[in-house]
């Protein structure tokens, strides 16, 4: 192997290595035992096949170690004693010790790649079976390209390190050990003047790992913000082109592709800088060997040989291998330190809640829903519900109202046990839902929510999600009860239409009823809906509107309304207000109070009145609208406020 193809590997690895993914204080992570030991734990049961490795390994390294020695008899004694027979066996022997160099070099990397896919897979299943566990508020707070970048980059530099890092360091350790005691066994004085050359090469490794962990994370900080900015302009791509700012986003990014651009040269140039270093190296200590060996051998002084002097070389081409691969495992190792200390950190995350140890599995829920001095905070310095105390009795509706903030949706987030009440008891069928499983509960229970979700995949598959097994009969039944069926059929293929991603070729308010088909087909005993219709238009609410009461029907829901048109049926409304109950009764009982509810309700009369394009008149005597206009809005006549 030459030096230049060694050192380019090197510096090919250490590119990849630094590319988006990591923290910028990924350089200064130092090593931890605890991290190190987590990892390894994910080769344990693998250890046949490391073993196995490990062998293979012993193998070439023995072969890399022997090949010279044979290459020296070959001269000193075949060929000094003219025994072509004996020079005939010896090649074949030297040859029989490259293939069998091969050979194992090949099982070695085989069993790696082996090893290494299988943890690779190991790992990345366990972050996502962990992330999907995590409680709601986790993924809320953090960045979905961090997490992504933690599952698929992280994971690949710590991959490297057990599957072939660990093996690595092993094979240069012992080939430059084993290297260093032949040299010295063959010829002390000519060992000795070769490692004259090992405190430069020290040196000029240290500082170029030092300047070059600098450079690449420069590089992987400047790709990762034009990475980025990319993404986020294609998310906005909308927005950019209504406004016309093709040019200027476009010139954005040639921006940060040219800073990248020059991050990478910059970063290169030290690299091959380093390159004609590694070769001078090994350069002035070929000449030291020819120069003081030759000279000896010539006239057979302190026993050195011409096979001597030949192995010499043989060994000092070998020498600076290791030594330069294991400056570049110095830098896998921070990289696996710094993604692995991110990945524990997942895995080690609090599930926040969790199934008893003794949880058993919920009953069949038949609907009665009941809070009980339930408080709640996200964190311990902000309370978000006070004693809240309600009471849902099976198969009724209620409705949650109130400003931003109130508290509506963390209520809804302690039925299916999405976050455990801070204080009091949250009881279905009379059952603390702390006391059960989380997969009993929630299969029960549905939801749609404000932003309607679509995965890949047909709209048929969007639909059976919650019931995979359903078959097609079932799913158009649902889709035409969620008045879905009529706008489906006329897409390009029906049923089997692709969602895109994002599902951009579908409008809301039909994502919408695609959501409410599917929350048709679990058929659940408890349904909360989250605002579902305040990002459509009336038209369209209208739909959702007859779908949701045929959705309600018969089961206990509760309802956040963003438009208090859509729960006037409600059997019950709740206002909050700062994280308490300020008022509770239906429609007609809450616009009698002069309340928080009643003057909600009027606002919204304003904007609802306006979308229709009714004229805003001038109110009677008594302070009410026209009656005409009410009727046309299908309310009671509201007071202006």
């Known amino acids: 192997m030459s030096m230049s193809s060694s050192a380019y590997r090197s510096i090919v690895r250490s590119v990849r290595h630094n590319t988006p993914g990591s923290d910028d204080t990924e350089a200064d992570v130092r090593f931890s035992r605890y991290i190190l030991a987590r990892l390894l734990a994910y080769l344990k049961p693998h250890k046949a096949k490391m073993a196995a490795a490990f062998a293979a390994m012993l193998l070439v390294t023995g072969f890399s170690l022997w090949i010279p020695i044979l290459i020296k008899n070959a001269i000193d004694v075949h060929i000094k004693a003219a025994d072509t027979g004996a020079l005939l066996r010896i090649s074949i022997i030297i040859a029989l010790a490259y293939g069998g160099t091969f050979v194992f070099q090949a099982l070695q990397r085989y069993f790696m790649a082996w090893v290494g896919q299988r943890v690779l897979a190991t790992l990345r299943l366990e972050l996502v079976t962990k992330l999907q566990i995590l409680p709601i508020d986790y993924h809320t707070r953090r960045i979905v390209g961090v997490i992504v970048s933690r599952v698929i980059g992280d994971v690949s530099v710590i991959n490297e390190l057990l599957s072939q890092g660990l093996i690595q360091l092993f094979s240069d350790v012992i080939l430059l050990v084993g290297i260093v005691w032949v040299m010295l066994a063959l010829n002390a004085n000519l060992a000795l003047l070769t490692f004259t050359v090992i405190p430069f090469m020290v040196l000029s490794t240290y500082i170029f790992s030092k300047k070059a962990r600098d450079r690449f994370r420069q590089t992987r900080t400047l790709a990762a913000d034009m990475i980025g900015n990319f993404a986020e302009t294609l998310t906005g791509m909308r927005v950019v082109q209504a406004f016309g700012q093709e040019q200027k986003m476009t010139r954005l990014f040639d921006a940060d592709n040219s800073n990248t651009r020059q991050a990478n040269i910059h970063s290169m140039k030290l690299a091959f800088t380093f390159l004609p270093v590694v070769e001078i190296m090994s350069v002035v200590a070929t000449c030291l060997i020819l120069l003081f060996g030759a000279r000896v051998a010539i006239n057979n002084l302190e026993g050195i040989t011409v096979g001597i002097v030949a192995a010499f070389l043989a060994y000092a081409t070998r020498f600076f291998q290791p030594i330069q691969e294991l400056s570049q495992l110095f830098t896998t190792m921070q990289s696996a330190m710094a993604g692995g200390e991110k990945i524990v950190e997942i895995l080690d995350t609090d599930e926040g809640v969790k199934d008893p140890e003794d949880g058993r599995q919920m009953p069949p829920i038949q609907g009665r829903i009941e809070f009980s001095n339930v408080g709640f905070h996200y964190d311990e310095s902000i309370a978000v519900l006070h004693n809240i105390n309600l009471v849902v009795e099976q198969g009724q509706t209620i409705a949650l109202v109130g400003p931003t903030g109130a508290g509506k949706t963390s209520i809804a987030n302690l039925i299916p046990r999405f976050y455990d009440a801070t204080n009091g008891r949250v009881l279905i069928d009379g059952v603390d839902v702390r006391t059960v499983t989380q997969s009993s509960l929630r299969s029960q229970m549905g939801m749609v929510t404000q932003e309607p979700h679509l995965f890949t995949g047909t709209v048929a598959d969007n639909i059976r999600f919650a019931r995979p097994d359903a ?67 009336t038209v369209t609410e209208a739909m959702i509107q007859e779908a949701l009461d045929r959705l309600l029907a018969q089961r206990t829901s509760v309802v956040i309304a963003h438009r208090l048109s859509t729960i006037r049926n409600a059997d019950k409304i709740f206002v909050l207000d700062h994280g308490d109950v300020a008022e509770e009764g239906t429609h007609d009982e809450l616009y009698e109070v002069d309340g928080l509810y009643r003057t909600l309700y009027d606002m919204q009369f304003l904007d609802y009145q306006a979308e229709l394009g009714i004229p805003t008149e001038t109110p009677s005597a008594n302070g009410l609208y026209p009656a005409a206009a009410a009727a046309d809005l299908g309310t009671r006549q509201p007071r202006r406020t």
Do not use: K, W
């Open 471 to 537: 078959g097609m009969d079932d799913v158009i039944r649902v889709a035409r009860e969620a008045n879905a069926h009529d706008f489906i059929v006329e897409l390009a293929d029906g049923y089997e239409t692709e969602v895109e991603e994002g599902a951009t070729n579908l409008s809301v308010g039909q994502r919408q009823l695609i959501c409410i088909a599917r929350a048709i087909l679990a058929n659940p005993r408890i349904l909360i809906m989250d605002e579902a219709t305040s990002s459509v238009d």
